[in-house]
C-alpha cells in the first residue's frame, strides 16, 4: 500500500469487477492504509457491477454460449432479478441456500447501488429501463455517448460516472468518445464524476484527465469536484471523505502546483492526518 501511494497518490479505491460478466458481483470501498485487508475496508459492500454492451456480449459469443447479443445481456439480467423477488417471496418455504441469489437482495431492496457499465446511448437505456422495472439505485459507469441524450438522462436523475475519455476509440461502442461529455452532462443537470477505469488508464492520470475535461468545456470547479466530493457522496462516504471539512477523515494530497497542471508533483499524502507519503 506504500509503494501504490507513491506511485498513485490515491487515498481511496474502489477495486470492482471487470465488465466480461453480466453480473460481477459485489465489491467494497478500501482505504490504502495498513497492511490487512481488515484495516482497509470502509465499505465491506459498496455496489454491485452488471454490464451492457460489447464486452459481455463477445466474451460469450467466443465461448458458444449466452450473451452473444446485448438482447440477452438484458434477458439473463432480468432473469436474474426475477429469480432474486421469487426466492426472496419463499424464503421460508424454500430452505435451499443460493449464495447468487443472496448477494442481489440487497440489490432488489434498493440497499445496494448498481454500477451499470454501459457506452452506447442503447445500452444506458436499457440500464434504465431494468432499474425502473425492478426499482434499482444504479449509477451509469463510462457513460460514453451520454453527451448525446444528456437532457434525458438529466431527467432520469443517474449519476454518470464518465470515462476513460483518454485514450484510443479501441471498440466500436467507443467511436463517440470525447472529453466534452462531462461538460455537456453537467450542462443538462447531470451529476457527474470522472473516472480512468484503472488500469485501462492509470489511475495517477486522474487529475489529467480532470484537466482535460476543463480543456473541452467543463468548469474548474466542478472538475475538482467530480474526482473529490462527487464520487464520495455517490458512494455514500462523504461524511467522511471528499472535502475538506471538520470532523472528516482527514485524508488529503497536497501538491507543489495547482492539481490540473501536467507538471505539478505529489509533495504530501495524509491518511487520517498522518503524513504517509512526502516528497
Given at each position: 500500500m506504500k509503494a501504490y501511494r507513491k506511485v498513485y497518490q490515491c487515498n481511496y479505491k474502489l477495486p470492482m469487477y471487470g465488465s466480461a460478466n453480466v453480473i460481477g458481483g459485489q465489491f467494497a470501498t478500501i482505504k490504502t492504509k495498513g497492511i490487512r485487508i481488515d484495516e482497509m475496508i470502509v465499505q465491506k459492500?459498496?455496489?454491485?457491477?452488471?454490464?451492457?454492451?460489447?464486452?459481455?456480449?463477445?466474451?460469450?459469443?467466443?465461448?458458444?454460449?449466452?450473451?452473444?447479443?446485448?438482447?440477452?445481456?438484458?434477458?439473463?439480467?432480468?432473469?436474474?432479478?426475477?429469480?432474486?423477488?421469487?426466492?426472496?417471496?419463499?424464503?421460508?418455504?424454500?430452505?435451499?441456500?443460493?449464495?447468487?441469489?443472496?448477494?442481489?437482495?440487497?440489490?432488489?431492496?434498493?440497499?445496494?447501488?448498481?454500477?451499470?457499465?454501459?457506452?452506447?446511448?442503447?445500452?444506458?437505456?436499457?440500464?434504465?429501463?431494468?432499474?425502473?422495472?425492478f426499482g434499482l439505485k444504479m449509477t451509469l459507469e463510462h457513460c460514453t455517448e451520454g453527451h448525446l441524450i444528456a437532457d434525458e438522462l438529466a431527467k432520469e436523475g443517474l449519476p454518470a460516472i464518465v470515462g476513460p475519455s483518454f485514450g484510443s476509440k479501441s471498440k466500436v461502442e467507443l467511436r463517440e468518445k470525447t472529453f466534452e461529455t462531462a461538460a455537456l452532462l453537467h450542462k443538462a443537470g447531470v451529476k457527474i464524476a470522472i473516472m480512468t477505469d484503472h488500469p485501462v488508464i492509470p489511475v495517477h492520470h486522474l487529475p489529467m484527465c480532470a484537466a482535460l475535461a476543463v480543456r473541452a468545456g467543463l468548469d474548474e470547479e466542478t472538475a475538482l469536484k467530480a474526482i473529490?466530493?462527487?464520487?464520495?457522496?455517490?458512494?455514500?462516504?462523504?461524511?467522511?471523505?471528499?472535502?475538506?471539512?471538520?470532523?472528516?477523515?482527514?485524508?488529503?494530497?497536497?501538491?507543489?502546483?495547482?492539481?490540473?497542471?501536467?507538471?505539478?508533483?505529489?509533495?504530501?499524502?495524509?491518511?487520517?492526518?498522518?503524513?504517509?507519503?512526502?516528497?
Open positions: 459492500c459498496a455496489s454491485m457491477k452488471v454490464a451492457f454492451g460489447e464486452n459481455p456480449k463477445r466474451c460469450y459469443d467466443a465461448k458458444k454460449q449466452s450473451p452473444s447479443t446485448r438482447m440477452a445481456t438484458a434477458a439473463i439480467l432480468r432473469e436474474y432479478l426475477f429469480k432474486t423477488k421469487n426466492y426472496m417471496d419463499n424464503k421460508e418455504k424454500n430452505s435451499t441456500f443460493d449464495m447468487k441469489l443472496e448477494s442481489l437482495i440487497p440489490v432488489i431492496k434498493g440497499e445496494l447501488n448498481v454500477k451499470a457499465h454501459a457506452h452506447r446511448t442503447d445500452d444506458i437505456f436499457t440500464a434504465i429501463r431494468i432499474a425502473k422495472e473529490t466530493i462527487n464520487p464520495a457522496e455517490i458512494l455514500g462516504i462523504s461524511d467522511r471523505v471528499g472535502s475538506l471539512e471538520v470532523n472528516k477523515d482527514a485524508d488529503i494530497v497536497i501538491f507543489d502546483k495547482h492539481p490540473f497542471d501536467i507538471q505539478a508533483k505529489t509533495r504530501y499524502v495524509l491518511i487520517e492526518g498522518k503524513v504517509v507519503f512526502e516528497r
